[in-house]
Each structure stands twice: as structure tokens, then as C-alpha cells.
């Protein structure tokens, strides 16, 4: 799995030089009542100093070259070029601008997340959901990217979030599905805990049962207590215990030790 975004946030508007490091935004969609709308909601938002409007992907990309725009909000299905290949062009710029994908298909989600898009807004637009949007482009997310992080598609309530891979603590083997388990939630994703085990191991997942991966660095404690072990992630007084298997634990031991 690849991130969804490889970028840090805040530099965009800096980098631009946008007026009191608000955003300089363009939106593309085909749909005059769709881009409208989009356009007069984002022109609510404080945090927003420009906003332009393409209604096909060719113009769009004529506005972009040079020119000054922070974040693109991309619909998906549009004659010629739809977003997802416009996104794949952005991402050949020196600078490219952050990208959003604003569509009324879920089915593109995972596409969107491989592309590294900021996010992933379903139509019809709240202005609720696009200010959470704008939010995560000036800088929700960590100032400095963890190296090496990305961030997981989830299903919640119909929408798609993203969580980063370094929040997540332990990953629990259901079936066919594996649940996310972050300090505050869970997430059931469609990956079965074997994959997630080959593709994470260098962000330092490590299988301490046949149902179990753990995050080493959330550990935060090793209990040993009549000849079997369990550690604790996310913390000792509100922290998780899981156990560790016979089988996993000489391992488990080995790697925390070399982390110290």
C-alpha cells in the first residue's frame, strides 16, 4: 500500500506566498452546478483566499502550469481526461498542488489513495465535511510526515477517512478482514492480516500471534508473568494488553531489545 499524501500540508500555502497563508484553490468539474456550488463553499471558508474554476481537465492544467494554486479539487468522471489521470500528470510537477477528489462514485477511493490525494469528498458536498477538508490541507496532519508513513483508506458511516500507518498500534485478524486499532478507534479494512504483515514489516509490524500484528513502536511494556508474555501498546495506565505466543515471543524480545 502506498500513501495518500507524500506531502506536508502546510507548505503549500507558504509556498505559494498566498495572502496570510490562506489557500489559493482551483476546482474542476464538468458540472456548472456542481463547480458552482463547490466554488461558493470554499469562498465561505476563512481559511481560503482564492478559489478558480475550470470546467474541463485541459483548462484546469493550462491554470496550473506556473501558476499559483495551493490545492486542485478534482471531480473524477469528466469527458476527456477524467481526475484520476489529471492527478497522475500533477504528480509529475516540480511543485504539484495538493490534490481532493470530489466525486459521487466510492468506488475510486483506493485509486485516490494510491494517488496520494489529501482527500476523498462524496457528493453531495456538506459544508461540515469540506471544511474538514481544508483543515487537513493547511495542517491537521503532523507538521514533519513520519518517514516512511502513509495513510489507510477506512469505511466509516459511508464515508472514506484516512488514518495514518504510524497511529495505528496493533492489527487484529478477522477472517478475511483485518480491524485497525488506533489509541481512540478501530477500523475494519478488507486485507487479510498476512498481507499487511509482508507489505508493514519495515514500518515495524511485527506478528506476536497467529491473530495478531503489533506496532513496536507503541510498545510500551513487556509483562511476563508464569512463562507467558504479553506487552501493552499505547500506554500503562490506559494502555492495551495483548498477548504474545510462545512461538512470537523469543522474537518479539529480540527485536524490542535491539530497539533499546
Not at 500513501?3 to 497563508?21: K, N, V
Not at 481559511?47 to 470546467?55: F, N, S
Not at 509482508?198 to 510498545?219: D, G, K, M, Y
Amino acid at each position: 500500500m502506498s500513501g495518500m499524501t507524500g506531502r506536508t500540508p502546510q507548505a503549500f500555502a507558504a509556498r505559494q506566498g498566498a495572502p496570510g497563508g490562506r489557500l489559493r484553490v482551483l476546482v474542476v468539474d464538468d458540472e456548472p452546478p456542481a463547480a458552482d456550488e463547490l466554488s461558493y463553499l470554499l469562498t465561505q471558508d476563512a481559511r481560503v483566499a482564492e478559489v478558480r474554476t475550470c470546467l474541463n481537465a485541459t483548462d484546469g492544467l493550462q491554470q496550473l502550469q506556473g501558476s499559483g494554486v495551493d490545492a486542485v479539487f478534482l471531480d473524477i468522471q469528466m469527458p476527456g481526461l477524467n481526475g484520476l489521470e489529471v492527478a497522475r500528470l500533477l504528480a509529475r510537477f516540480k511543485t504539484p498542488p495538493a490534490v481532493v477528489f470530489v466525486t459521487a462514485h466510492e468506488e475510486h477511493a483506493l485509486e485516490a489513495f494510491d494517488l496520494r490525494a489529501v482527500d476523498y469528498v462524496l457528493k453531495p458536498v456538506r459544508a461540515e465535511r469540506l471544511a474538514e477538508t481544508v483543515t487537513r490541507l493547511m495542517g491537521s496532519v503532523p507538521e514533519e510526515e513520519p518517514s516512511g508513513d502513509v495513510q489507510i483508506p477506512v469505511e466509516l458511516g459511508g464515508v472514506t477517512r484516512f488514518v495514518w500507518r504510524s497511529q495505528i498500534t496493533h492489527v487484529e485478524a478477522q477472517g478475511d478482514y483485518a480491524r485497525l486499532h488506533t489509541a481512540g478507534a478501530s477500523h475494519l479494512v478488507r486485507v487479510p492480516l498476512t498481507q499487511l504483515e509482508q507489505e508493514w514489516a519495515s514500518a515495524r509490524f511485527v506478528r506476536i500471534h497467529r491473530s495478531l500484528l503489533v506496532n513496536l513502536s507503541h510498545v510500551t511494556e513487556v509483562r511476563s508473568e508464569a512463562g507467558r508474555c504479553s506487552v501493552v501498546v499505547g500506554g500503562a495506565s490506559r494502555g492495551t494488553e495483548l498477548q504474545v505466543s510462545r512461538r512470537h515471543t523469543r522474537q518479539l524480545k529480540d527485536l524490542l531489545a535491539r530497539r533499546s
